[in-house]
């Protein structure tokens, strides 16, 4: 394991880091810019979106808070949030556009709730590194506009998709305003870090409150992993193209029926959430009945052991459909697989951990840039091969690097702390036995 | 009808509306004070409540709107509204106090969603009346604020009682943090008027969500009336004494079943709803299932053939427990029942309507002063005989008189109508038929 650990936070700071360190920022009118070819060049999309911004200064402000600050680093967060303000906020309706122009005029001025939770998520977790007040300021009053602007007062939740004005537009074919696990589940994330900044009582609340609705409207209850889609009841319904994206998925066009859970999303949730309950002060131990079957199902239908690494989604109860290996579900895979071992104790959890981290570093890395190919084939086979876009940005590698090297950190100490007290590790068990 | 019509218009333009003109105002210190013995004189107390405020502007707005103007009601309104934005909006956790002193000074610095609905309806019949934009803008505001605050994001709805720093407290003894049929009916009623206001969007689907919320949530399923409080996740529980109170509710310490039902709540329920539908552009005939049990029901059991008026509460089934009358049960209940009879056609309702008209016009208005008694008991004893104080205010009673006025006024002019068209008026059959 301690091999494991120097080997990632190496690839960590010698080459994933500095990747995007020399790249992110656009220098010619600010901001961020993570269109990159597959060897590192700009390619023609020059126009900014506000993902991309929000999770840039997300992942950079977490990378100094973990410890990987670099001279300067802090100065290009704050580029970006005056790029942010200065040209992705609407001055009249409120809010933030969607996509501007590389000169910051407004491209496509639709209010999407994915974007403005990570801007929440970004602000707050730039505040708790820099204490900037500025920061805190806007992500608190961003946690206001979501609820008078998105909170459904009906069934729960929010809505996802609005024009320039906030009135609710549907980007579904089928017309439906859906709601979605994805969305919430990034609300969730945001205020964790939210109320980790605060600690105010409201935004506790509030992420108790998506908490429990994501475990008790968004999972399946034989099975305990996500529907992607939902009505407005949360009805779940078919999960299906939209004319707002944020991703790469690939749908046929009748979309994808609710029986489909997609791993990547279930594993992160299922660590997203156990940080969740980390920061509200609950033991992990009383939400296990929650996490397990997350982490039952992963292991049993997503992890690839003959080719490795997790494929992107499946039937829940019948097991995988699409069997590409996407960047991000692998990245989320690595933090959670080892929040499963380090909960759980079952050494089937770390044999997934291996598979996956085994795929990551031998196929999925693009070794001459740093970064991570966006998708390859089952079989490893590279069938996209840029480093960033307007979607793939450097949230989910960095981000899993960190939280990656942080576990292996914590099972090496534990190890160590072993086998000091009962002398030389004595061997494990095929499976069931605590690891250690 | 036209008597009734005439009777009723005088009373509201001769007595009841210069009573309140010549004394709600409190000339010291400013703002509204409703506190008035059976003589009319001032009583003791001098603190203000923010209920009292925000139901004076208000009534005082509603009054011009709808055409009782008088010399000097707007610059009586724009002091209230004044001492309110001076003395009752708390400049460091905003939201409003619930009491302030005389002067103004916080006395209770509770954040209660009931008095903030009130001040949303309030200020948005101000703006429609005057096209006030300070009005406009911090109703708009209110509106935000309540959703950022109070709106419950796991079950829909929201929260109904705050701290000064709006952190979530129970007044209840058992700790729950309750939901209540009154605070919601009334947020559908401040929202229809800040729909009415704005033509937001936004406002349109607030009002929508809240009106179906209490309509899925909030009615027995059987009897298609209304239960007073619930859990957070909506399961009915006692109605019970609250620590923070707005009505002179009389409970045992065990409190009440969620079995028992408010006459009064019932049929105000039904009015406003059709309001709000009115104000959506729905027509009246589309939501007739819904209205039609509330209508039944309460001229079946609310209704006190004997004496005369309506009761204050009962079992959904087996009819009335609590047999004094209120005031504003009987308030309501006329406007109420003459929109059953324009609604449905049938003789009853105007029937129960002349029962309860008859025993306000005998029993219940102090015609020595002009305002009704608060109380009185199932025979028409006066058992409570102040005229206002902090909870009875000039809301319910000048609200009546007004919609009352209207709708006689819509009967008369119908029947004048089929008069023209029919030839003289043909003998009505005992129940059932279109009156007219």
Known sequence: MKELLDRTECYLRDQLLPFWQARIIEPKFGGFQTNYDRDGRRTAVTHKTLLCQGRSIFTLSHAIRMGYDRPGSREMIRQGIDFLF??????????????????????????????????????????????????????????????ARAADFQFGGFFEHFDRRFNLVSVRPDGVFDKSLDVHMHLMEAFTTLFELTRWPRHEQALRQVAELIFTRM?????????????????????????????????????????????????????????????????????????????????????????????????????????????????????????????????????????????????????????????????????????????KICYHTIRSMIQTVCRLRQIVERDTMAGRQHGPPTPTPPSGGREG
Chains 1, 2 share one sequence.
């Open 219 to 391: 999972l399946d209850p034989e099975f305990g992993v996500g529907t992607s889609m939902y009505g407005p009841d949360w009805a779940p319904i078919a999960n299906i193209q939209l004319g707002t994206v944020w991703g790469s998925d690939r749908f046929d066009p009748a979309g994808k029926p609710p029986e489909i859970t997609s791993y990547g999303h279930n594993i992160e949730l299922a660590w997203l959430y156990l940080h969740a309950m980390d920061v509200l002060g609950v033991p992990r131990e009383q939400v296990i009945d929650r996490v397990r079957p997350i982490f039952e199902h992963t292991v049993r239908d997503g992890i690839d052991r003959e080719f490795g690494g997790v494929y992107v989604e499946g039937h829940r109860k019948s097991g995988p459909i699409e069997m590409n290996k996407e960047f991000w579900q692998q990245a989320e895979a690595l933090v959670g697989l080892l929040d499963a071992h380090l909960l759980l104790g079952e050494r089937k959890y770390l044999d997934a951990f291996r598979n996956v981290h085994d795929f990551v570093f031998t196929r999925m890395i693009n070794w001459e840039q740093g970064e991570w190919f966006p998708l390859l084939s089952r079989e490893g086979k590279v069938l996209w091969d840029y480093m960033g876009h307007d979607w």
């Open 86 to 147: 200065g040209h992705f906020r609407d001055p009249e309706f409120d809010g933030y556009y969607w996509i501007v122009t590389e000169d910051g005029r407004p491209e496509d001025d639709s209010k999407v709730i994915y974007g403005h939770s990570f801007l929440i998520y970004a602000l707050a977790e730039h505040a708790i590194v820099t204490g900037d007040g500025r920061s805190r300021q806007e992500a608190c009053r961003l946690f206001d506009l979501l609820a």
